[in-house]
């Protein structure tokens, strides 16, 4: 089996919590990760993608800190070698 990838860790943390959204992780100009997901107008079935402009009431959601924190710490154990796969996002 192959190793998990800072995507493939992205893409199921994103499944488990049902996000919908988009998110770049980048360092410097390289992209390491993009990923799009969910309804960016659900009314009108029109899918996230990479394009999706925001409002920034987005950024004051109460579920965005948390999600961001633990994205952080996904982060911080690859680079130290850890298996993020273990790290369980919180409930909110």
Known sequence: MAP????????ALAEERDFSGVTVVSRGDE???ELA????DR???RP??????FGIA????????????KF??????ISNGANAAKSKPPRS
């Open 37 to 40: 997901r969910g309804s960016a």
């Open 31 to 33: 992209r390491l990760v």
């Open 4 to 11: 998990m990838t800072l995507q493939d860790d992205l893409a």
């Open 43 to 45: 009314a009108n079935r």
């Open 48 to 53: 996230n993608t990479l394009a999706t402009q």
């Open 72 to 77: 952080c710490e996904i982060l911080r154990n």
């Open 58 to 69: 987005r950024a004051t959601k109460g579920d965005v800190t948390p999600a961001g924190e």
